[in-house]
């Protein structure tokens, strides 16, 4: 009986030797809900970086060891290409990274400015709606972004009654009076734009950050529309193919908090080609805009 215990108690000695050696491990920290964990080896050591926190989307944390055993870490990559972000895309890694994103929806209201002869007529108001970035690719740095999209603008132009837009056989937009018979007037040039903003974007925080940059636009498409009645009869007249200017550069800036902000937009050239119409130029927009979504590949 004593023989079969010393058998029993050589077999165990290996496990108790790895229980007392497993007891002397200690803990060096502990991270509530880590936001991103990296393992890497650096020569003979092994590197763990935590970047972001519970609570603390700026915490950073890095622990060095040596493997008490070479191999002891291999060379294992999860590859994630693309990361849904909700909220405004955020920038406040350490490292380079990458990320493809939807984002800027707004909404604004501005003036312009008019040549002498029309200053009474045209609306010296106007309205835009769209998004900067339906696409858009952006490389982070630290607490900076830099970005190319590619998005939609609509812009609408009035004039004062009794006043509507007109155009001539040669193509030349000019401005009508109607008769006092006319009712119910509405009159607007409608401009849309295909743009390419290509903007730098500073975070100042944990929520606030400024973006400012040009925006290439081509204005591929450009109409207006008349309808009024007459007592008896209604009237809607759509006229297209005006010559309007099809390339054209603004600059934008845009203050946010937790993705929503402001901006101010200026637009120095002129609605129309020389020649084809009434200047309106040093166009101007201050509106609202929802930063959006990102998805983001690192």
Known sequence: MNLRFLLLAIMLLPLLMLAQETSKIDTVKVIDKPNQVVIAEDGDQV???????????????????KPSSK?????????HPLSYQFGRCDSTRSKRSFEVFTSDLYMGFGGNSVEQDNRDIIKRSRYDIGILNLIGLGVNLNRTRLSIGMGFNWSRYGLNKPYVWSRGDDGVVGLDALGGEAQNLRTSLLVRSMQFPLLFNQYLGKHWDITVGPIFNWNFYADFNTSYRDGVNNYSVTTHGLYQRKFSVDGIVMVSWKGLGAYFRYEPQSVFKTGFGPEIKNRWTLGIVLRGVGFGGH
Do not use: L
């Open 47 to 65: 590197v763990v970086n935590v970047n972001g926190a519970y609570r603390d989307k700026d915490y950073k944390y890095e622990y060095r060891a």
């Open 71 to 79: 191999g002891f870490v291999t060379n294992q990559t999860e590859n």
